[in-house]
């Protein structure tokens, strides 16, 4: 509980928890306020997503004080749902279920093991190299044929999607950036704060200014408002911080705004699936979210991106 | 009057919600706890005790299964999950052990089994197709559920669509792949005045092809 004594750290949970309490205050009276059906349906929505949100961050307070460990079990997690939410809108058929046993319960814990054992050389490739070319053969040796290309490459996209990228979020911990040992875990919440902030912010300035759509066929709620107000606010917010990390002033704001462009392309892309498939939401666990997917979509990209930046400029 | 739950049968439901991560829709149909005969289609291993688990728990502990005694006798703990955490009604599979001339008495005493079993306010589940099929398509019905609904006329017959069990844990696979599935109830049928077995059991199949979603 080394961490917990880290008063930067403390500083980060007691804004966030700050913002919490503001969020649910002004939400309880706008509900109050509000005037038509309409609005106080858009209200209710917005409180069911703040008490998530109480939920989500306490989740990941906890977990990120309790070391990397816990955060490695925490994103594992993560990504067994996330890939469960995903694997379930496949095509996939009778000849793939040994191939997906696979994907849950030995690929994915084995990339989450090899960060803890600080592998990097294998952590890196084992899902782009060794999945890649595992799930294929795997499949053929089931010997179903039919749509035998879609299936593996469906397959194999929800691994690097899910558990590939995503692992690099907790990866983070095991960087070693000269001066800052000990500290990653205020990296991860750097990640996950500018990231979550982003959607945030691009949902509240498209609900107030949101004219132009960006994408409608993909997903109708993207404003081009909401898009330039949200990267704006998130790239300032991440450049504020740039004390609890490694990164000078302005390279806090250039990598803030890498992560609020990547995760609002990976907003965009797991739309466009979920158009794709016809739903509108990867599932129900979180109420007002839809599912974890939904949830940590922009994470999936923002994640890797941020990794390989943070670590070729500041690992030697 | 509702009988105790064995200690294990809430622990039970609650893995194989989480392991099934089910949605229960109630389409046309409210979740009461009266009399009722749940069937469903049956793919998989798990569509028992997914779709128990799906049943909120008043009903749930009134509620015992229809099961094969073969499958159920075996080993140890399956006969102990079977009589006492389920409470399950174990029958003899499908109309072919029955010879020519004895399927009637056969039939008889199968179906009064299954009326002990559903007794004064008890609930069963059953699955008509007798056996697992690919979950591809919902194969035809055996003629029991018709047979207890003569026997009964006012019973409600609830229909219920289990979808992806068959993805999770398909015939001849032993370890399950945690995807997420959906059980949706439907509105109940009763035996029509002068229906036929055939028009029954066609109906019945029917109800539950309807709840499919694609």
Same mark, same amino acid.
């Given at each position: 509980?080394?961490?917990?004594?880290?008063?930067?750290?403390?500083?980060?949970?007691?804004?966030?928890?700050?913002?919490?309490?503001?969020?649910?205050?002004?939400?309880?009276?706008?509900?109050?306020?509000?005037?038509?059906?309409?609005?106080?349906?858009?209200?209710?929505?917005?409180?069911?997503?703040?008490?998530?949100?109480?939920?989500?961050?306490?989740?990941?307070?906890?977990?990120?004080?309790?070391?990397?460990?816990?955060?490695?079990?925490?994103?594992?997690?993560?990504?067994?749902?996330?890939?469960?939410?995903?694997?379930?809108?496949?095509?996939?058929?009778?000849?793939?279920?040994?191939?997906?046993?696979?994907?849950?319960?030995?690929?994915?814990?084995?990339?989450?093991?090899?960060?803890?054992?600080?592998?990097?050389?294998?952590?890196?490739?084992?899902?782009?190299?060794?999945?890649?070319?595992?799930?294929?053969?795997?499949?053929?040796?089931?010997?179903?044929?039919?749509?035998?290309?879609?299936?593996?490459?469906?397959?194999?996209?929800?691994?690097?999607?899910?558990?590939?990228?995503?692992?690099?979020?907790?990866?983070?911990?095991?960087?070693?950036?000269?001066?800052?040992?000990?500290?990653?875990?205020?990296?991860?919440?750097?990640?996950?704060?500018?990231?979550?902030?982003?959607?945030?912010?691009?949902?509240?300035?498209?609900?107030?200014?949101?004219?132009?759509?960006?994408?409608?066929?993909?997903?109708?709620?993207?404003?081009?408002?909401?898009?330039?107000?949200?990267?704006?606010?998130?790239?300032?917010?991440?450049?504020?911080?740039?004390?609890?990390?490694?990164?000078?002033?302005?390279?806090?704001?250039?990598?803030?705004?890498?992560?609020?462009?990547?995760?609002?392309?990976?907003?965009?892309?797991?739309?466009?699936?979920?158009?794709?498939?016809?739903?509108?939401?990867?599932?129900?666990?979180?109420?007002?979210?839809?599912?974890?997917?939904?949830?940590?979509?922009?994470?999936?990209?923002?994640?890797?991106?941020?990794?390989?930046?943070?670590?070729?400029?500041?690992?030697? | 009057?509702?009988?105790?739950?064995?200690?294990?049968?809430?622990?039970?439901?609650?893995?194989?919600?989480?392991?099934?991560?089910?949605?229960?829709?109630?389409?046309?149909?409210?979740?009461?706890?009266?009399?009722?005969?749940?069937?469903?289609?049956?793919?998989?291993?798990?569509?028992?005790?997914?779709?128990?688990?799906?049943?909120?728990?008043?009903?749930?502990?009134?509620?015992?299964?229809?099961?094969?005694?073969?499958?159920?006798?075996?080993? $140890?703990?399956? @006969?102990? +999950?079977?009589?006492?955490? &389920?409470?399950?009604? #174990?029958?003899? /599979?499908?109309?072919? !052990?029955?010879?020519?001339?004895?399927?009637?008495?056969?039939?008889?005493?199968?179906?009064?089994?299954?009326?002990?079993?559903?007794?004064?306010?008890?609930?069963?589940?059953?699955?008509?197709?007798?056996?697992?099929?690919?979950?591809?398509?919902?194969?035809?019905?055996?003629?029991?559920?018709?047979?207890?609904?003569?026997?009964?006329?006012?019973?409600?017959?609830?229909?219920?669509?289990?979808?992806?069990?068959?993805?999770?844990?398909?015939?001849?696979?032993? $370890?399950?792949? @945690?995807? +997420?599935?959906?059980?949706? &109830?439907?509105?109940? #049928?009763?035996? /029509?005045?002068?229906? !036929?077995?055939?028009?029954?059991?066609?109906?019945?199949?029917?109800?539950?092809?309807?709840?499919?979603?694609?």
């Amino acid at each position: 509980m080394r961490l917990a004594h880290d008063p930067q750290l403390l500083w980060l949970f007691g804004g966030v928890l700050g913002a919490l309490v503001v969020a649910s205050g002004l939400g309880a009276i706008l509900e109050r306020a509000a005037k038509s059906d309409q609005s106080r349906a858009v209200l209710r929505n917005l409180n069911a997503r703040t008490r998530a949100w109480w939920v989500m961050c306490s989740v990941f307070a906890l977990t990120l004080l309790s070391g990397a460990i816990g955060s490695l079990v925490l994103f594992g997690l993560l990504s067994l749902l996330a890939m469960r939410e995903y694997m379930t809108l496949l095509p996939t058929r009778r000849g793939d279920h040994r191939t997906l046993f696979w994907g849950f319960f030995i690929i994915t814990p084995l990339q989450y093991y090899l960060i803890g054992i600080h592998w990097y050389g294998f952590f890196a490739i084992l899902i782009p190299v060794f999945a890649f070319v595992f799930v294929p053969t795997r499949i053929a040796l089931a010997g179903d044929t039919e749509r035998f290309l879609e299936r593996a490459a469906k397959i194999q996209f929800g691994l690097m999607i899910c558990t590939y990228c995503l692992s690099h979020a907790p990866a983070l911990l095991i960087l070693p950036i000269p001066g800052y040992e000990g500290q990653q875990a205020k990296l991860l919440l750097f990640l996950v704060l500018v990231d979550q902030a982003s959607d945030v912010l691009q949902y509240v300035w498209g609900k107030l200014l949101g004219r132009r759509k960006i994408a409608p066929s993909v997903s109708p709620n993207k404003t081009w408002e909401g898009f330039l107000g949200g990267v704006v606010s998130a790239t300032l917010l991440g450049a504020a911080l740039w004390r609890v990390t490694p990164f000078s002033f302005r390279a806090a704001a250039a990598l803030s705004l890498a992560i609020t462009l990547m995760g609002f392309a990976g907003g965009l892309v797991m739309s466009a699936i979920k158009r794709d498939a016809g739903v509108k939401d990867y599932g129900t666990l979180i109420e007002g979210h839809g599912g974890i997917l939904d949830r940590i979509d922009s994470i999936c990209f923002a994640a890797p991106v941020f990794f390989h930046l943070v670590r070729y400029f500041y690992v030697p | 009057m509702s009988p105790s739950a064995h200690p294990l049968a809430g622990v039970l439901a609650w893995v194989a919600r989480l392991i099934s991560g089910v949605q229960v829709r109630w389409e046309g149909v409210p979740p009461e706890a009266h009399q009722r005969v749940y069937f469903a289609n049956h793919s998989s291993h798990l569509d028992f005790v997914v779709l128990w688990s799906a049943l909120p728990v008043e009903i749930r502990t009134r509620t015992r299964p229809v099961a094969a005694r073969d499958y159920w006798e075996k080993g $140890l703990l399956r @006969p102990y +999950l079977a009589g006492r955490v &389920f409470r399950a009604a #174990l029958i003899e /599979r499908g109309d072919r !052990t029955a010879a020519p001339g004895e399927g009637v008495a056969a039939g008889r005493t199968l179906i009064d089994r299954l009326l002990e079993a559903l007794g004064e306010d008890g609930s069963l589940i059953v699955f008509p197709e007798g056996t697992r099929g690919t979950g591809e398509e919902v194969g035809s019905f055996k003629s029991g559920i018709y047979h207890l609904a003569r026997r009964k006329p006012d019973l409600e017959f609830v229909p219920a669509y289990l979808e992806n069990l068959n993805r999770v844990l398909p015939k001849g696979e032993v $370890l399950p792949v @945690p995807l +997420l599935c959906t059980v949706t &109830f439907g509105p109940p #049928l009763r035996l /029509r005045a002068e229906e !036929t077995r055939q028009s029954f059991l066609e109906r019945a199949r029917a109800a539950v092809c309807a709840l499919r979603r694609r």
